[in-house]
C-alpha cells in the first residue's frame, strides 16, 4: 500500500459543550442525570427506557456540531498539489485508526493545536507526538494552528513588550518553554496560514530531506528552539475552494469566508493572530456549488468566521450574490448586530439564513464601552426585532463579571434580554447564552494599564476586581437566569426539522421555566414538558 503523505490529528478529544460546567449546570435541567436537551426530551416522551437513550444522546451532539474545517481545508490543498491525507478526526477516540495508518506508513504527521483549550489539552497534544513516536521514532511530527499562534503571541509579549501582558507566559499552550517536553515534536509551524509550508515539509520528508532549509518552523532539537528564517506565505483564500462533491453530506458544512476580525474587544484573545483578509464572492460561491444534498433535501452550512460580517456592505453583496446565482442552502454565521436593518435582515433570509450568531455580551452601555465592543444596546436588540420580523432566528452571548459589572448593570442586561422577541410575540426562535467572564492572558484586558484601571488581578477563571470577583460573577450568572423572562439559554442540540418555530419557543421556553422552577425549590412539571414535546 502506498504511504499517506500526511496523517492529521484534527483534534485531541472530542468536543465539549463551551463555558464552565460547574457554573452553567444550574441553568440547564437534567432528568435522571441526564441533560435535557430535545432528542432526550423526545425519547424520553416516547417510552424509550433509559438506558437505550444514551446512545441516541451521543449520535445526537456528534451530529450538532460542524466537523472541523482545518483537516478538509487541508486534505483539499493537498490534493489539489497530488498529496495524498489520512485525516485521524479525534486523537482520544481513534487511536486505533492512528496505529493502523502509521503501521501502513506515512510521510509526515500533522498535530492540530486549534481546539486545545488549556494546559491539559497541551499535554494530550505532547502525549499524541509521544504515541506517534512509539510506533514510528523516524517520522516527522509537525504541529500547528491557533495554539501555536497564541504560544508564538506570548513568547513576543514577554520578549518585546514595554507595558507586558502580565501573565503572558502563563498563556494556553505553553510551547517553546522547554524543549525536553517537546522531544517528540519534530517542529511547529509559525506561519499564519501554514499551507506551503505544510507541503514543503511533506515533500521534504519523501526525499529524505531535512527540515532545517523550511521557512517558518521553529525546529526542536536537543540544544533548544532553533528558528528557520522567516518569509511571507501566500494567501490561498480564493484560490482553494473546497470541493466537498468528494466527500459525503455534512450535517452542518464549514465554510470559510475570510479571516481575522478588525475590531479589539478587549475580552477576546484572539485579536491580532491572524491577518482580516477576506474571499472573493466568487470562490465562496464555487465552493457552496459543490455542497451535496442531505437525506432530507437541505443543504446546512455554518461561515467559521469570527465575524461574517466585515461591514453591511459586504454582508449584502454575499445575500444578494447567494439570491442571484440560486444557491440554495440554509445557513447560519457570526456576525455584528450594528450591520444589521431591515434591508439586510430581508436579503439574509431570502439567502438562506437561519440564524445570526451575535456576540452582544452585555445590555448596559458603560460595560459595552468597558469591552470596547463599540456596540450601543437599543440598536442591538432593534437588530434582533429586524431579524425576528423576518423569521431568523438568533443566539445571543453574554459575558457575565466584566470590569464594571455590578448588580445594577445586570439588571439592565436581565432587561435587554427579556425584551428579546420570545412566546407568541416572536416569529423565529431566540436563545441567549451566558459566559462567567475570564481573564485570558492574550486579551486587551490583561495589559497592565488595564488591570491597574480596574483594579483586576488572577487569571483565567480565578479574578476579582474593583466591583466584582470569580465567586460572584458565577452567582450572577444563576441569578441572571432566573431574572430573565423571555427567551431561553441554549443547550447544544439541533431543533428537528419538523418543528415549528411557534412549538420550539413553547418547549424551550417551558423547559427554561422547569429548571427555574427547580431551582427555587418547587417540584417541577416534567410531564407537561413532555407533554409539549410530543404536542
Request: glycine share 8%; charged share 20%.
Given at each position: 500500500m502506498k504511504p499517506h503523505d500526511l496523517i492529521l490529528?484534527?483534534?485531541?478529544?472530542?468536543?465539549?459543550?463551551?463555558?464552565?460546567?460547574?457554573?452553567?449546570?444550574?441553568?440547564?435541567?437534567?432528568?435522571?442525570?441526564?441533560?435535557a436537551v430535545i432528542p432526550f426530551l423526545q425519547a424520553l416522551a416516547a417510552g424509550t427506557p433509559l438506558q437505550e437513550i444514551a446512545s441516541r444522546l451521543q449520535a445526537a451532539a456528534s451530529s450538532y456540531r460542524s466537523p472541523v474545517l482545518t483537516a478538509f481545508y487541508l486534505s483539499d490543498?493537498?490534493?489539489?498539489?497530488?498529496?495524498?491525507?489520512?485525516?485521524?478526526?479525534?486523537?482520544?477516540?481513534?487511536?486505533?485508526?492512528?496505529?493502523?495508518?502509521?503501521?501502513?506508513?506515512?510521510?509526515?504527521?500533522?498535530?492540530?493545536?486549534?481546539?486545545i483549550a488549556d494546559?491539559?489539552?497541551?499535554?494530550?497534544?505532547?502525549?499524541?507526538?509521544?504515541?506517534?513516536?512509539?510506533?514510528?521514532?523516524?517520522?516527522?511530527?509537525?504541529?500547528?494552528?491557533?495554539?501555536?499562534?497564541?504560544?508564538?503571541?506570548?513568547?513576543?509579549?514577554?520578549e518585546t513588550s514595554p507595558d507586558g501582558r502580565l501573565g503572558a507566559q502563563s498563556a494556553v499552550p505553553p510551547f517553546f518553554s522547554d524543549p525536553s517536553v517537546d522531544a517528540p515534536i519534530s517542529a511547529f509551524v509559525l506561519g499564519s496560514s501554514g499551507e506551503d509550508t505544510l507541503l514543503h515539509i511533506i515533500e521534504a520528508a519523501r526525499s529524505r530531506r531535512p527540515l532545517g532549509d523550511i521557512p517558518n518552523l521553529s525546529l526542536v532539537t536537543a540544544g533548544g528552539y532553533r528558528r528557520t528564517p522567516e518569509s511571507e506565505e501566500p494567501c490561498h483564500l480564493d484560490d482553494n475552494p473546497i470541493d466537498w462533491s468528494l466527500y459525503p453530506p455534512q450535517p452542518e458544512t464549514p465554510v470559510r469566508m475570510g479571516t481575522g476580525c478588525p475590531h479589539h474587544c478587549r475580552f477576546c484573545d484572539f485579536t491580532g493572530l491572524y491577518p482580516t483578509r477576506q474571499r472573493s464572492l466568487e470562490s465562496v460561491i464555487q465552493e457552496l456549488k459543490t455542497l451535496a444534498p442531505l437525506p432530507d433535501g437541505s443543504r446546512r452550512v455554518v461561515f467559521t468566521d469570527d465575524n461574517l460580517g466585515a461591514?453591511?456592505?459586504?454582508?449584502?453583496?454575499?445575500?444578494?450574490?447567494?439570491?442571484?446565482?440560486?444557491?440554495?442552502?440554509?445557513?447560519?454565521?457570526?456576525?455584528r448586530a450594528d450591520v444589521v436593518d431591515a434591508d439586510l435582515a430581508a436579503a439574509l433570509k431570502e439567502s438562506g439564513c437561519r440564524e445570526c450568531l451575535l456576540g452582544i455580551e452585555s445590555g448596559h452601555p458603560d460595560i459595552l464601552k468597558n469591552m470596547k465592543k463599540q456596540l450601543d444596546p437599543d440598536r442591538a436588540l432593534m437588530a434582533i426585532r429586524r431579524?425576528?420580523?423576518?423569521?431568523?432566528?438568533?443566539?445571543?452571548?453574554?459575558?457575565?463579571?466584566?470590569?464594571?459589572?455590578?448588580?445594577?448593570?445586570?439588571?439592565?442586561?436581565?432587561?435587554?434580554?427579556?425584551?428579546?422577541?420570545?412566546?407568541?410575540?416572536?416569529?423565529?426562535?431566540?436563545?441567549?447564552?451566558?459566559?462567567?467572564?475570564?481573564?485570558?492572558?492574550?486579551?486587551?484586558?490583561?495589559?497592565?494599564?488595564?488591570?491597574?484601571?480596574?483594579?483586576l488581578s488572577g487569571m483565567w477563571q480565578e479574578w476579582s476586581h474593583k466591583t466584582m470577583n470569580s465567586e460572584e460573577a458565577a452567582l450572577a450568572v444563576r441569578d441572571l437566569f432566573l431574572s430573565v423572562r423571555g427567551p431561553s439559554h441554549a443547550y447544544w442540540e439541533l431543533i428537528p426539522e419538523d418543528w415549528s418555530a411557534a412549538k420550539a419557543r413553547r418547549v424551550l421556553e417551558a423547559r427554561d421555566q422547569v429548571q427555574k422552577t427547580a431551582l427555587g425549590g418547587a417540584t417541577p412539571d416534567i410531564k407537561g414538558l413532555l407533554a409539549l414535546t410530543l404536542s
Open positions: 490529528v484534527s483534534t485531541l478529544t472530542p468536543p465539549k459543550d463551551a463555558g464552565e460546567p460547574a457554573v452553567y449546570a444550574p441553568l440547564r435541567l437534567s432528568v435522571h442525570g441526564i441533560p490543498f493537498l490534493r489539489r498539489h497530488g498529496k495524498t491525507t489520512k485525516v485521524i478526526p479525534c486523537y482520544a477516540t481513534d487511536k486505533e485508526t492512528l496505529r493502523e495508518a502509521l503501521l501502513d506508513g506515512a510521510h509526515v504527521v500533522g498535530i492540530s493545536s486549534t481546539w494546559d491539559a489539552g497541551v499535554e494530550q497534544l505532547r502525549e499524541a507526538a509521544s504515541y506517534v513516536r512509539s510506533i514510528d521514532p523516524e517520522i516527522p511530527i509537525v504541529v500547528g494552528g491557533v495554539g501555536v499562534q497564541k504560544a508564538l503571541r506570548a513568547k513576543t509579549l514577554e461591514s453591511r456592505a459586504h454582508l449584502m453583496a454575499l445575500a444578494k450574490r447567494l439570491i442571484g446565482e440560486r444557491v440554495q442552502i440554509s445557513w447560519r454565521a457570526f456576525l431579524l425576528d420580523d423576518v423569521g431568523i432566528g438568533t443566539l445571543n452571548t453574554f459575558i457575565v463579571g466584566f470590569p464594571g459589572e455590578t448588580a445594577a448593570t445586570l439588571e439592565t442586561t436581565a432587561q435587554f434580554l427579556s425584551a428579546i422577541p420570545h412566546g407568541d410575540t416572536a416569529n423565529a426562535v431566540h436563545r441567549y447564552y451566558l459566559f462567567r467572564f475570564q481573564v485570558a492572558p492574550l486579551a486587551g484586558i490583561s495589559t497592565r494599564s488595564l488591570r491597574d484601571r480596574f483594579g
